[in-house]
């Protein structure tokens, strides 16, 4: 599947930004996603991920009750809903997918990545 991640941008500290990733491909309806993060000089980190279906899903402790991750079947999209952003979230946000039913916070169990949205959040 080939993914496009888009939304990203300059927020104020406490704001808000939904980031989407919208997929190519007949397999998206199968496929886990997740949304990885990598801030300058720092290794990319796992952030959010969701199942094809159910929609059950998995966050990163940095970013629980904060960050919602979403997506669309039937537009073969998914989200990242980010509220009450800090510094601490300015990174580059890459959406990965992978064809399994289960979700994984580890970026080699990814196959296909999109190209990074820039996050940056201004204190």
């Known amino acids: 599947v080939q993914l496009q991640a888009s939304g990203g941008g300059l927020v104020q500290a406490g704001g808000s930004l939904r980031l989407s990733c919208a997929a190519s491909?007949?397999?998206?309806?199968?496929?886990?996603v997740a949304w990885f993060r990598q801030a300058p000089g720092k290794e990319r980190e796992f952030v959010a991920a969701?199942?094809?279906?159910?929609?059950?899903?998995s966050y990163a402790d940095s970013v629980k009750g904060r960050f919602n991750i979403s997506r669309d079947n039937a537009k073969n999209t998914v989200y990242l809903q980010m509220n009450s952003l800090n510094a601490e979230d300015t990174a580059v946000y890459f959406c990965?997918?992978?064809?399994?039913?289960?979700?994984?916070?580890?970026?080699?169990?990814?196959?296909?990545w999109g190209q990074g949205t820039q996050v940056t959040v201004s204190s």
């Open positions: 990965a997918a992978r064809i399994s039913w289960l979700i994984s916070s580890r970026q080699n169990d990814y196959t296909d």
């Open positions: 491909g007949r397999t998206f309806s199968v496929s886990a």
């Open positions: 969701i199942r094809p279906i159910r929609s059950s899903t």
